[in-house]
């Protein structure tokens, strides 16, 4: 390969799973520092690496053209005449994209084996315990490709940045010690902490430490973060915790993270992004283990899970109930166990 490839990555979602890419991302812009990067994304997540200063280009990919629109995509990229093409998902998509004559082509390895096996057979074939971030590199390595080490990153453009800092300004942070994010989404149901649980713990901070507590959320988790609003908000303090759910970009969620001491979250998409963002995070952990490679990456993080519930993992991305029916892998995580992690963590 020439000293300046053309170099296209493939991955079209999710949150967490773009966020993991970033260390591939400043990796490839290191070993070839005047080549080609360019990526491809679906539409609503290529905010996470259009502004990436690694990147050439992103491709957004919008889902609702189904394939006509993906066989645009796919004309598009045999024009660019790319030298190399690095598959990072490995779906059924990405295959299509990736299969071009004259191109050479590398895929992540997901350990599909291994996965299966811990699933389906409770037998634990994982051997190099691999993250993710490091999963990715791996697949370019032969190529001179190193890890720095550094962990993830996010590219906020400063009109962001001034936009989340005047709606910050209006909440009067310096009126409180301690600000805490929380993050009680996921996509599955499998990965969630109980909406209860996240109210109970919001009731007790704020009532016991000197806290903001700022709500992290899709339009998804409307209804789970206007729940924990609402208790704390019986309880009487009204000022002391505000719902962003719903009303954030991927960006400014990111922006508003910045201000948060410590950020409580479920595994999920939002974990990898106060990953990136440096901040120190509790990380519950129900249906999915560290052995899939998506801990909290190179970041300052407790990470509590019930380890002798022996139907975990029931999956690698969660369930949309618990197969057992009891769900003890998340409802034997106790509000005390989170608060005093918090503690902990705020102590530090």
């Known amino acids: ?78 024009d660019e005449s790319y030298d190399l093409i690095v598959d990072i998902h490995d779906s059924l998509r990405s295959k299509y994209l990736r299969s071009m004559r004259g191109v050479e082509r590398v895929v992540v390895n997901k350990r599909v084996v291994q996965r299966t096996a811990l699933v389906k057979l409770k037998k634990n074939l994982y051997k190099d315990g691999l993250p993710v971030p490091e999963r990715y590199i791996e697949t370019v390595q032969h190529y001179g490709v190193e890890n720095d080490e550094k962990g993830l990153e996010l590219h906020i453009p400063d009109e962001i940045l001034f936009g989340v800092s005047g709606k910050i300004a209006t909440l009067r942070l310096h009126r409180f010690e301690k600000i805490i994010g929380v993050c009680p989404g996921a996509r599955h149901f499998t990965k969630r902490w109980p909406r209860e649980r996240y109210a109970e713990l919001a009731a007790q901070v704020v009532h016991r430490v000197d806290a903001k507590l700022l709500l992290f959320g899709g339009r998804e988790d409307r209804e789970t973060c206007s729940f924990i609003h609402q208790k704390v908000q019986k309880e009487g303090d009204k000022e002391r915790v505000t719902d962003f759910s719903g009303e954030l970009s991927l960006l400014e969620t990111a922006a508003a993270m910045q201000y948060c001491d410590v950020v409580v979250t479920n595994d999920s998409g939002l974990m990898h992004m106060a990953s990136a963002m440096q901040r120190k995070i509790v990380a519950l952990f129900g249906s999915t283990v560290r052995e899939f490679g998506f801990y909290p990456y190179r970041a300052q993080a407790i990470v509590l899970e019930e380890e002798g519930v022996s139907c975990r993992p029931c999956s690698h991305i969660g369930r949309p ?21 918090l503690l902990r963590q705020l102590a530090t």
């Open 1 to 78: 390969m020439n000293s300046s490839p053309k170099t296209l990555i493939i991955r079209f979602s999710s949150i967490g799973d773009i966020i993991l890419a970033t260390p591939l991302l400043r990796a490839l812009r290191r070993r070839f520092p005047k080549g080609q990067i360019d990526f491809v994304a679906r539409k609503e997540y290529a905010e996470l690496v259009k502004n990436n200063h690694n990147l050439n280009f992103t491709y957004e990919f919008d889902a609702r053209t189904g394939f006509e629109g993906l066989r645009h995509l796919k004309r598009r990229i045999r």
């Open 321 to 341: 109930a618990c197969p057992e029916g009891h769900f003890r892998c998340m409802m034997n995580i106790s509000v005390e166990r989170v608060h005093d992690a």
